[in-house]
């Protein structure tokens, strides 16, 4: 087992029986070299009470910042780069981690020398023979990037729910972006880590279960477009940006706007179904977050 110390840091985002289940996965995989940090509302009066009865080891640090956002994880990871930790683990509260991770991910860095960002191999709680996350790369046929790489050797970006990086990667390229929600965080993390030369690595055999629905909830088609058009502003070129806004965009919402005024013609005069008043909601979120973005010069 390695000599350096590893900061793994949570977010309790939603229920406390989530929290718990993923500290008692983590205390019966972590050793003594490796500190929890648990990031929690401020307004969560009861957590500290129901979490050291059972973890007194685990750390706790309330915040005013939204848990909604990466954000959040700057406060864990500026206290990190304070101590002598030289490992940073994210962690979704959500997620519960094989025993065997930690040695795993070792393994993974002998492997990987010159790798200083890494991510697991995701499965579904419920299916544990369902993949949900491999890795991600970008697809500039489509301007979107795909969650589920077959190629784990050529690798874009890894999921949030399971980020393990080296100290001078935040060190070097600074924190999360706080205008993201829900979506395109880790996307923009990673992309401007490998921008500086960082490489970045799935490891397949470091297993993390989480559950499916974390990775298509249902209010996603706001912040899921928003942040599309927000990552792209920040890390395309102008002439980039035109290209796509021109050969993608530009048409998908035409697209949209065409469905929008169909559905709301069925709602007018016909009966709908619970399928396509879901629809009619996406469509608007869309059409919501492009007007959003221009706004915000996201364009």
Known sequence: MPKE???VIIRH???LSDTLACLHSLSQACHSRCTILVLHD???TDLDRHIRAKFPQILLSPT???LQSAASYNIGIQWALSKPFSWIL????????DPNFLSAFHKEREANPQTKIFGAKILDVNDPTQVLHLGGTWDAKHAIYNSFCHNTASIDYVSLHALFMHRSVPQTIGYFEPKYQLFWEDIDFCYRARRKGFLVHIAPTVKIWCKASLFCPKHDSYFWFYGRLLWMQRNLTE?????VYKQIIRPELQKNLYEIAWLLLLRLFFCTTKKQREKYRQLRAKIGAWIHASLHHCQ
């Not at 994210?90 to 981690?97: A, D, H, K, P, R």
């Not at 002439?239 to 290209?243: M, N, Q, T």
């Open 5 to 7: 110390r590893i900061c």
């Open 13 to 15: 985002r939603h229920n």
């Open 42 to 44: 401020t307004h969560v």
């Open 64 to 66: 005013n910042v939204s």
């Open 90 to 97: 994210l962690l979704s509260n959500e997620s519960i981690v």
């Open 239 to 243: 002439g980039e940006r035109r290209k």
